[in-house]
């Protein structure tokens, strides 16, 4: 069974910085695909970004291209998510999510394991 437990989240203002963390136990997580997503108050769950294993990709919603980066530590089972120039918009409960198959996928369906999630608020 794969555990994922998120850290990092809290209260900033606009145009600050967050570094979310993800530390999974449990699987072979070299080859998870690691998704992070969030969900806003009253809104519908959505894909943020992604990272594939043994492979050096990764994906972005278009609304954070530019300004957040996703990476992976495989030695510590651990995934990131860096975020830059911070927006009210960007409040939200962030989850990772690990996909075992090891394809790229947006899909909520497809991510088999989640974590908590891990609340952030940017204040304008």
């Known amino acids: 069974q794969v555990q994922l437990v998120e850290s990092g989240g809290g209260l900033v203002q606009a145009g600050g910085s967050l570094r979310l963390s993800c530390a999974a136990s449990?699987?072979?997580?070299?080859?998870?695909?690691m998704g992070w997503f969030r969900q806003a108050p009253g809104k519908e769950r959505e894909f943020v970004a992604a990272?594939?294993?043994?492979?050096?990709?990764?994906y972005y919603v278009n609304s954070v291209e530019g300004r957040f980066i996703v990476s992976r530590d495989d030695a510590k089972n651990t995934v990131y998510l860096q975020m830059n120039s911070l927006k009210a918009e960007d409040t939200a409960v962030y989850y990772c999510?690990?996909?075992?198959?090891?394809?790229?996928?947006?899909?909520?369906?497809?991510?088999?394991?989640w974590g908590q999630g891990t609340q952030v608020t940017v204040t304008s």
């Open positions: 990272i594939m294993g043994n492979v050096d990709r990764s």
């Open positions: 999510a690990a996909d075992p198959r090891g394809v790229y996928s947006r899909r909520i369906g497809d991510y088999s394991y």
């Open positions: 449990g699987g072979t997580f070299s080859r998870f695909t």
